[in-house]
């Protein structure tokens, strides 16, 4: 029995480190997209501002 337990012990050991790979790339996975998307918005937020700045440009040099 000796052989057995150590087999299941052994199994059950890498099975758990696979689990907690697997979890490790999911999380990896998740910050990159959530990366991907802070750096989308500060690019939407940064040509909203310049379109901002050229319609107040270009109406002000209609009053003028």
């Not at 040509?47 to 107040?56: I, L």
Request: glycine letters at 6%; aromatic letters at 0%; charged letters at 50%.
């Amino acid at each position: 029995m000796g052989i057995l337990d150590d087999a299941k012990e052994t199994v059950d050991a890498a099975a758990k480190k696979v689990g907690r790979a697997v979890e490790d790339g999911i999380d990896r996975a998740k910050d990159k997209v959530d990366e991907l998307k802070a750096e989308g918005e500060v690019k939407k937020a940064e040509a909203e501002r310049d379109a901002v700045k050229a319609r107040n440009e270009a109406k002000e040099n209609l009053r003028d």
